[in-house]
């Protein structure tokens, strides 16, 4: 969670250092955009996923807990 946290901020002091020297042909600030939506997203993932295996998530004869 800690890692995560830290590539958003990573990410985000990134753009502003290098913002005016992104050339708008190539579109670097829709890139960077969706790094961000992907990197939130995985950390939305990992709360929600988090959350849910410790209390929906149960093991039976058919699905163990390494399955899940």
């Known amino acids: 969670m800690f890692i995560i946290g830290g590539a958003i901020s990573a990410v985000v002091r990134f753009q ?3 913002k005016t020297h992104m050339d708008v042909s ?3 600030l ?3 955009v969706c790094f ?3 990197v ?3 950390f ?3 709360i929600i996923f988090g959350m849910l295996n410790g209390k929906l998530f149960k093991p039976s004869a ?3 807990y390494n399955d899940l």
């Open 36 to 38: 961000k939506g992907v």
């Open 30 to 32: 829709s890139k960077l």
């Open 16 to 18: 502003r250092r290098l």
């Open 44 to 46: 939305l993932q990992e």
């Open 26 to 28: 190539h579109h670097a």
């Open 62 to 64: 058919s699905l163990t």
């Open 40 to 42: 939130i997203l995985q």
